[in-house]
């Protein structure tokens, strides 16, 4: 499974942003998590989205704001970044686990499969 992060970019404090996440091979049939990783900071948690759609979870940070949704027919999960917030500014990950077709894992442990980043920066 390959996946590869698009749609980063350089916006201002207020702006939105939609990344997608394409795959080849069965990214289908696996939850897809976003992460992010700011300048000497860990990598953490965003957001992630079961096989079917019906289950999400979000980081308490992104909570309101951010949004994780599926398109399988096109081998592809987004997540939409509204209000954004300097604070937001990262490399943003997407990841595969097999771990659970049905609920979501914020454990970055339980993603099996990870693409490039996507740079996003927020200016305020």
């Known amino acids: 499974v390959q996946l590869q992060a698009s749609g980063g970019g350089l916006v201002q404090a207020g702006d939105s942003l939609r990344l997608s996440c394409a795959s080849s091979?069965?990214?289908?049939?696996?939850?897809t998590g976003w992460f992010r990783q700011a300048p000497g900071k860990e990598r953490e948690f965003v957001s992630a989205?079961?096989?079917?759609?019906?289950?999400?979870g979000y980081a308490d940070s992104v909570k309101g704001r951010f949004t994780t949704s599926r398109d399988n027919a096109k081998n592809t999960v987004y997540l939409q970044m509204n209000s954004l917030k300097p604070e937001d500014t990262a490399v943003y990950y997407c990841a595969a686990s097999r771990w659970s077709a049905y609920s979501v894992t914020y454990s970055a442990s339980r993603y099996d499969y990870w693409g490039q980043g996507t740079q996003v920066t927020v200016s305020s």
């Open positions: 091979g069965r990214v289908n049939s696996y939850t």
């Open positions: 989205i079961s096989v079917s759609g019906g289950s999400t």
